[in-house]
T-cell receptor
Framework: NAGVTQTPKFQVLKTGQSMTLQCAQD?????MSWYRQDPGMGLRLIHY???????DQGEVPNGYNVSRSTTEDFPLRLLSAAPSQTSVYFC?????????????????FGNGTRLTVT | DQQVKQNSPSLSVQEGRISILNCDYT??????FLWYKKYPAEGPTFLIS?????DKNEDGRFTVFLNKSAKHLSLHIVPSQPGDSAVYFC??????????FGQGTRLTINP
């Protein structure tokens, strides 16, 4: 199993450009999510999906779109990049979106995409 | 408003001694807590978790303690090893996978 695969690893964009960050998992996980990590802020939830065809907003969704057409893929789209979106982006997945037997199945993270917007 | 806080950005511990990482939270609806470990250029990996119905959970060298009245949890690593040098994030949940993370603490284990 490859786990959670994110592409690209690095990306530089100019303000106003658009791009899609790719995320794929091969573990048949129901739940997928996107986080961004900024210095001093920890990881903040952007969008999440509890299954194919179902997406919802997290803590910081503005400027980002997502879709979940398959169980495996959960791309994150930046429609018009802004310098404030300079960050490291992590995709994560887990078997379930809620408690199972009193505990969460852990989130499995990809290795991240480092995005710079100039 | 930061609901989960790790007030120590960094911690340095001698190899073989105990490492104690702390985390405070403000939302009384949180009922499940987790610790993740992160190496440079990698994603976070799950370390240990605890439900709010418990006050302690152990897994090998790692123990998590939860003090609900103080809204405080801590991670103890005994004995600390060089491979433990990483950034540690605590995270909390109010009943679903929408985890809220702290800012992280960089742990350095010195030989």
């Amino acid at each position: 199993n490859a786990g959670v695969t994110q592409t690209p690893k690095f990306q530089v964009l100019k303000t106003g450009q658009s791009m899609t960050l790719q995320c794929a998992q091969d573990m048949n996980h129901e739940y997928m999510s996107w986080y961004r990590q900024d210095p001093g802020m920890g990881l903040r939830l952007i969008h999440y999906s509890v299954g194919a065809g179902i997406t919802d907003q997290g803590e910081v969704p503005n400027g980002y779109n997502v879709s979940r057409s398959t169980t495996e893929d959960f791309p994150l789209r930046l429609l018009s990049a802004a310098p404030s979106q300079t960050s490291v982006y992590f995709c994560a997945s887990s078997y379930s979106s809620g408690l199972l037997g009193g505990s969460f199945s852990p989130l499995h993270f990809g290795n991240g995409t480092r995005l710079t917007v100039t | 408003d930061q609901q989960v806080k790790q007030n120590s950005p960094s911690l340095s511990v001698q190899e073989g001694r105990i490492s104690i990482l702390n985390c405070d939270y403000t939302n009384s609806m949180f009922d499940y807590f987790l610790w993740y470990k992160k190496y440079p250029a990698e994603g976070p990996t799950f370390l240990i978790s605890i439900s709010s119905i418990k006050d302690k959970n152990e897994d090998g060298r790692f123990t998590v303690f939860l003090n609900k009245s103080a809204k405080h949890l801590s991670l103890h690593i005994v004995p600390s090893q060089p491979g433990d040098s990483a950034v540690y994030f605590c995270a909390a949940s109010a009943g679903a996978q929408k985890l809220v993370f702290g800012q992280g603490t960089r742990l350095t284990i010195n030989p």
